[in-house]
């Protein structure tokens, strides 16, 4: 295998075609780009003896920073060997030839040929990452706001998408909760006060599924992670094996330093009209720089301004 691969490049900007040429150039020196039917592409990275698998959208993957899929900071800083799967518009990842290329990874014994692997995504690719990883058993998975399936029968409750519940969620790989059964361990990071997210959440059973609730993280739990920094922190402590509820506590709680969680969290405690809490919340906010703000709120909030502050 490679010595660590430089994917420090800044990909930001560029038009569709020229962004997935600079992918292919990439694919070509560091492993392989290939398209998978009309609608996916697989990027592999040849690096290191641990493997990320992660899903994205290409259009996401051209507005994260830089331009680049998420895998790269990690392939490059850990020495990662990378497989990233990319589709082109809402497509589930669900498609026959997509089927086809997992089927010969498995009949390649490609995945074994790595002493960990960690499959990862979010929301629609945390339902692929779910999906995909019975191909490889042992792994592990890092699922942000997965869900579970979209086939009505299952969850008839899902309002958000009904315009792809033509898909087929019935067949291969279909229903994602079965297919992490195989994993070592599968990590489940969802908003339980998200009703809908919270119920596909519950959908992942069995002993080797743990969830990690983010309380008001909404509305999109991967942007506060990314905004205070631990995503890359949850993803070598679930390459390493070494996520688990306490770990995660430690990384959870630097979302006191996010402006914009203090302040969402706030307003929610206002809508519950809980002026106590709201009080400690804002003697929280004293010792941040929107001191001025949470002071103004103190004082409007009058008596229970001398609530202490949280712990």
């Known amino acids: 295998m490679n010595e660590s691969p430089d ?9 569709p075609d020229e962004w997935t040429r600079r992918i292919d150039e990439i694919g070509e020196d560091e492993g392989y780009y290939q398209r998978i039917g009309d609608r996916h592409a697989a990027l592999f990275i040849d690096a290191g003896p641990k493997l ?5 959208n290409r259009a ?12 790269f900071d990690m392939a490059t800083r850990e020495n990662w060997s990378l ?17 086809g290329y997992f089927d010969r990874l498995v009949d390649e014994a490609f995945l074994e040929d790595f002493d960990r692997v960690l499959f990862f995504g979010i929301h629609d690719a945390g339902y692929a990452a779910a999906a995909y990883s019975v ?7 890092l699922l942000i706001r997965p869900v ?14 009904t315009s792809k519940r033509r898909l087929d969620f019935t067949t291969r790989y279909g229903y994602a909760p079965d297919m992490v059964e195989a994993l070592d361990k599968a990590h489940v990071v969802f908003d339980p006060t998200k009703a809908a997210d919270a119920m596909h959440a519950a959908l992942y ?26 995503t890359g922190d949850l993803l070598k402590a679930a390459m390493d094996d070494r ?3 306490s770990r995660f506590a430690e990384l959870w709680r630097r979302r006191r330093t996010s402006a914009s969680y203090v302040r969402n969290l706030l307003k929610r405690v206002d809508m519950d009209d809980r002026p106590g809490l709201a009080a400690r919340i804002c003697a929280f906010g004293l010792t941040t720089p929107d001191a001025e703000f949470y002071r103004d709120r103190l004082a409007a909030l009058g008596g229970a301004a001398s609530a202490r502050a949280p712990a």
């Open 135 to 141: 191909t490889s058993p042992g792994a592990s998975a």
């Open 243 to 245: 996520l688990d509820p």
């Open 7 to 15: 994917l420090d490049v800044d990909l930001s900007g560029l038009d």
């Open 205 to 230: 059973r069995g002993p080797n599924v743990s969830f990690y609730p983010t309380r008001q993280a909404r509305p999109r739990i991967e942007a506060l992670f990314d905004g205070i920094g631990i």
């Open 83 to 99: 497989l990233t799967i990319l589709a082109d518009g809402d497509t589930w990842f669900r498609a026959p030839e997509l089927y």
């Open 52 to 56: 990320l698998v992660s899903f994205e």
């Open 60 to 71: 996401t993957a051209m507005s994260n920073p830089f331009g680049r899929p998420r895998g």
């Open 148 to 161: 579970a399936t979209l086939d009505p029968a299952i969850t008839p409750w899902e309002r958000r998408f």
